[in-house]
């Protein structure tokens, strides 16, 4: 889809937003698992209601799935919000509106005032369509495929390239980055370990972005990464099976087509060891913390969902084509039948 194309971006967002990684939510009985700095072991809340999880140490943010909103701090009123970025001192929410609100988080209303003045003031206007919040600057992409940027500025990070075919963003700490409907990837700001400095490539489709690394997931499956590499975080995993990355401050996770977790870089405090399961359906990376949203059981039958768990994929196709013919009337003994 071209980010050219009017609202419908606003709308597609939203949906994969407000169903996570899968589509509409389907599920029930979701946990929240968290684990990393300010946790003991792994942590797992109810997460039935929770959506989308936004992070930056040592504060988080979570969308509910009715549009509202939940923080460590008084959050904007609303059932409305169809997608959150946290930063270091402020928070963002974007709106089913298109427009955006900006507020200051736990960390700056206790102790640490706003460097910038205007970082948690949006600008103006319903024709947005993404928000990215980086510790010290922010970005959005209009509709019209268009980014704009504000906050810090010291190293060109808020400065965005001009152009209308933008389709993903996101802020690092003194880095930006921005995927082009062509799959190519576009960065800008601070770049004195190459964290600003992408792959030559238009096979990506997924990005973000670190303290000084970026990290993207190529169209086959497969993650590349760039930039600092003191605890290995830019040196991802092999395998052509990811789904969706996430980048800590320094470490990364990345979620395999199989629900499971993988984690690397930075884990002084555990964030990069992630729980064993098959069961997850997001993951989120903060400075020192880790989010995952398990999948609960589906509460839908849904046709063609051959292992029940809410969606019909390529999972579901790789056990058509293994009982493909198995006849359980002439051949009870297969192993693929089952009485009820």
Known sequence: MRAGEGRDLVVAMSVVV???LYGHSCTLARSLVTWGSLTVGYEVSDGNDIVSVGHNWPVSLKLMSDGSLLGDTTT???????????GLLHNLALRSDGSIVGWQNLLSTLAVPLAWDDLEIPPDGNDFAAIAAGPNHNLALKTDGSIVG??????????PPEGNDF????????????????????AWGANEYGQATPPNSNDFVAIDAGVGHSIALRSGGSIAAWGADPWGQAAP???????AVAAGGNHNLALRRDGSIVGWGANLYGQATPPVGNDFVFIAAGGGTSYALTR????????GDLNGDCRVDLDDLELLMENWLVDCILCPENPACARE
């Open 296 to 303: 609960g059981p589906c509460a839908y039958v849904l046709a």
């Open 150 to 159: 504000w906050g810090a500025n010291n190293y060109g990070q808020a400065t």
């Open 237 to 243: 995993p092999e395998g052509n099976d990811f789904v």
């Open 18 to 20: 407000l169903g996570g």
């Open 167 to 186: 389709v993903a963003i996101t802020a690092g700490t003194w880095h930006s980055l921005a995927l082009r409907n062509d799959g190519s990837i576009v």
């Open 76 to 86: 904007p009123d609303g059932n409305d919000f169809v997608a959150i970025s946290a």
